[in-house]
């Protein structure tokens, strides 16, 4: 009986072991997405303000300066 309850617990001890390197990884992997979404949105916030720059430059070089 000792036997059985030697690898039941062993079982145990590798299903935890498995269900805590796969929840670590998950956090790891939303951390990386997590930052990922925010360096994508800075970059085309970025682009979006470079473009209204320019459109202005555009503007009142043409003279129409009535913004």
Do not use: P, Y
């Amino acid at each position: 009986m000792a036997e059985q309850l030697s690898k039941l617990e062993i079982g145990k001890d590798t299903v935890q072991s498995a269900v805590e390197a796969m929840a670590s990884t998950a956090n790891e992997v939303t951390g990386i997405v997590t930052s990922a979404v925010g360096d994508v949105a800075r970059s085309l916030g970025g682009l979006a303000t470079e473009l209204f720059e320019l459109r202005d430059a555009a503007r009142k070089a043409s003279g129409e300066d009535d913004i």
